[in-house]
């Protein structure tokens, strides 16, 4: 099972961009996906997450900009960015607790990470 994150880019300050996160292999299931941000020097935050049903949550610092969503047939999530800020700039990362077929609980995998850099 792995998790493969495509769409950073740059991009000027009130851009948007969108990135995807795909999961693949043997799957039986997924439970919550997030979508988390590190900024050179900084932790790693929580940018956003959605349940399994469909019901999102988002950082103070992205609300109303930022919309995650899934397609669980696809087993993707996404991240539509918009009025993006040059505090946004950071590599971010997906990440999703995923049940393996045949395996008993849920783990937790991260993506690569893609950079997103606002700038002028």
Known sequence: V????????????GGSLRLSCAASGTIFSINDM???RQAPGKQR?????ITKGGIP???????????????????TV???????????????YCNAAILPLGARYYRSYWGQGTLVTVSS
């Open 2 to 13: 792995q998790l493969q994150a495509f769409g950073g880019g740059l991009v000027q300050p």
């Open 34 to 36: 997030h979508w988390y």
């Open 45 to 49: 935050d929580l940018v956003a997450i």
């Open 57 to 75: 949550n988002y950082a103070d610092s992205v609300k109303g900009r930022f919309t995650i969503s899934r397609d669980n047939a696809k087993n």
């Open 78 to 92: 996404y991240l539509e960015m918009n009025s993006l800020k040059p505090e946004d700039t950071a590599v971010y």
